[in-house]
């Protein structure tokens, strides 16, 4: 898990309780893709920042940052922003100044948007800016709005509502997507998630780990998984359980679809109870020693996705 030291805490205000008067007058949707969870020690390598006055979009900002560093492939899975794409994009010194100057004053409207105003805030400081943010997280609208959906990520919301992205987890696309969800939720317009009788009882994605390690090639070994069996329960809030078997594939380890004998770690994504987290604890009470880990703990291994 990554802990912020309170002395670095960035400067937020949440208006979450204003949100459809922000959504009526005038807003940023903001969203950045990253080589890792951590805003002090990871690096962006995307942003993009789109400006809705009325309801009709008034300005856009958007770029892909040259990390200066390999992105993980980790990182790779989710935003599919390679390091090929970067190589002659600007550094996020060059990018900063006129991104602030884009979101002036005007309140911050994303998914989860702490997570990205961290990073913004950190990397605004160290350039001499004094950031101070007024935010609305639209994942706290559609809870609210949309309480009967299975979970809230954004993949989840926009499907929910309708809504299809041309590129799924790529900054621009998502912003527009968050300002959909502001003015689908003003309307009161349903969010329809339908699930089949196999889905209602269990409602996360079935994938088979064979099928995913078919065709998952190992290119990036890391010691803390190559040879680990791996097994998940639960759902992560903005990563698939088959991206997920692909980090451990792509990392040399292995995944089961059950808890075994042979199981050195299961993965609570969303830390709720499970047949699995039962039977774990089961064998560990024989002598097994399976470590139960979170989502987040998970991903630190790997090398960090925003969740």
Partial sequence: MIHIPVSKQPKLTRKDADWAHIARHRFVALDI??????????AVVEVAAVRFVQGEEAGRFATLVNPQRPIPYAAFCIHHISDAMVQNAPVIGDVIGPLMDFLGNDVIVGH???????FIEHIARRHGFSPAFAYVDTMAVARQVW??????????????????PRLQHRAEDDCRGCAEILWKALRG????HKLDAASRRNPYPSVRAKDVAARTAVCRENPALKGKYFVFTGQFASL?????????????????????????????????ESTKTRRAKELNRRGK??????????????GGVNV
């Avoid at 893709?33 to 990871?42: H, I, N």
């Avoid at 317009?189 to 329809?192: I, K, L, R, S």
């Avoid at 359980?241 to 609570?268: C, H, I, P, W």
């Avoid at 020693?289 to 790997?302: H, P």
């Fill in 33 to 42: 893709e990253t080589t890792g969870l951590d805003p002090y020690g990871d």
């Fill in 112 to 118: 989860n948007v702490t997570f990205d105003l961290r």
């Fill in 147 to 164: 309480p009967h959906l299975p979970n809230h990520r954004l993949q989840t919301v926009l499907a929910a509502i309708g809504y299809r």
């Fill in 189 to 192: 317009e349903p969010a329809e």
């Fill in 240 to 272: 698939t359980r088959e991206e997920a078997y692909e980090q451990v594939f792509a990392a040399g380890g292995f995944v089961t679809d059950s808890v075994t004998m042979k199981t050195d770690f299961l993965v609570n994504a969303d830390g709720r």
């Fill in 289 to 302: 020693n399976i470590q139960i880990i979170t989502g987040e703990e998970f991903l630190a291994m790997v």
